[in-house]
């Protein structure tokens, strides 16, 4: 199963797979269904969730209903139970967006729900994030996860995302994190697609965080926290949602002025 999922991975673009999940979610789901693992996100239980990875495969990871990962079922604990996203009028703007919240954000009655991405079928603005088609302090509330990895500026990124979030607002921006990497690494030089991977995780990464993300986000103007919201769960909780024990959640806040 893992040589299948990592060949799937490597061979077809993230559109397509996208796409094609929605036809294959429904099989999967109800070949695994059980009562060992929960996914929080739908409620749904499984004997065993699939594993996932581009390069070093994870086991038990992958949920086979929503299709989500351990940062996503640990994100929506989070939004649901320690901010109040879901509890009054917000205009919300979501990047890259997740199949695994997409229907939920789109139908929550209380979110003006946008999405934007460059390429994704998902989006309903085709922006680069660096560039944005929106006004100054048009959002309450942003979800950018594992997107600034990709981007060669991230900075400038960063400031786009402080200039469309209202003062106030709060911002996720998850990213691939090294908790025990004190500076982020970079290195335009390295173009080889094989050894891209093999530094930066994926071909199409062009760092790897470290602690100092943090500090790059305060740069910008943001007020920025490393949120360790797994320290709330025990041992039990952890291995029913399958969460990552120290995974931290990169909160931001734009000061009011």
Not at 85 to 104: G, K
């Amino acid at each position: 199963m893992k040589k299948v999922f990592k060949f799937f991975l490597n061979l077809f673009p993230r559109q397509f797979l996208i796409k094609a999940s929605y036809a294959v979610r429904p099989v999967i789901a109800a070949f695994y269904k059980g009562d060992r693992y929960e996914d929080p996100i739908d409620g749904k239980t499984f004997r065993s969730f699939l594993p996932y990875g581009y390069v070093n495969i994870r086991e038990n990871v992958l949920s086979p209903s929503t299709l989500s990962l351990e940062r996503h079922r640990l994100l929506w604990l989070y939004l649901n139970r320690e901010t109040d996203l879901f509890e009054r009028p917000q205009h919300l703007l979501h990047f890259a967006p997740e199949q695994c919240f997409h229907s939920r954000f789109r139908e929550s009655e209380n979110l003006t729900y946008t999405t934007t991405d460059l390429d994704s079928p998902l989006a309903d603005v085709n922006a680069d994030i660096r560039s944005l088609p929106f006004k100054d302090s048009s959002f309450d509330f942003i979800l950018c996860n594992h997107v600034l990895e990709h981007v060669e500026d991230d900075l400038k990124a960063m400031t786009e995302l402080y200039r469309v979030l209202k003062p106030g607002g709060k911002a996720v921006i998850q990213v691939p994190l090294e908790n025990d990497l004190a500076n982020t690494f970079e290195d335009n030089s390295i173009t080889d697609r094989k050894k891209r991977t093999e530094i930066f995780g994926q071909y199409d990464h062009v760092r790897v965080y470290g602690m100092d993300y943090f500090e790059r986000l305060s740069s910008v103007g943001f007020k920025a926290s490393a949120v360790d919201y797994t320290s709330t769960f025990s041992n039990e909780e952890i291995d029913r949602y399958r969460l990552e024990r120290g995974e931290l959640i990169p909160v931001v806040i734009k000061p009011v002025a």
